[in-house]
């Protein structure tokens, strides 16, 4: 079993920044691929991006990219999320997920791509 704990929401104000974090336990955490999803007010769940088992790949959403940099720590069993110049339209419920993967430069976006969810952290960004 895998246990995954988010941290760094938030409430913070346009323009601003914030890391996120996600911290795995269990199985091997340097064997899964890892993504963070997010789901604003009203929204689905949507992924924001993916990093592969090794780190050496990642995928951003559109709205992600220029912004936001995922990056790990297989030493720590950690994720990270660092989001740039927040905006209103990223208030969200942040998740971080885990997917197993054969292969190190494999990541997942699809939601059912993932095997394991965290509960998520909350982030409101203020106009």
């Known amino acids: 079993q895998v246990h995954l704990v988010e941290s760094g929401g938030g409430l913070v104000q346009t323009g601003t920044s914030l890391r996120l974090s996600c911290a795995v336990s269990?199985?091997?955490?340097?064997?899964?691929?890892m993504g963070w999803f997010r789901q604003g007010p009203g929204r689905e769940r949507e992924i924001v991006a993916a990093i592969s088992m090794s780190g050496s790949r990642t995928y951003y959403a559109d709205s992600a990219k220029g912004r936001f940099t995922i990056s790990r720590d297989n030493a720590k069993n950690t994720v990270y999320l660092q989001m740039n110049s927040l905006k209103p339209e990223d208030t969200a419920v942040y998740t971080c997920?885990?997917?197993?993967?054969?292969?190190?430069?494999?990541?997942?976006?699809?939601?059912?791509?993932?095997?394991?969810w965290g509960q998520g952290t909350q982030v409101t960004v203020s106009s």
């Open positions: 997920a885990a997917g197993r993967v054969g292969s190190s430069t494999t990541y997942y976006y699809r939601n059912s791509e993932y095997d394991y």
């Open positions: 269990g199985r091997t955490f340097s064997s899964y691929a």
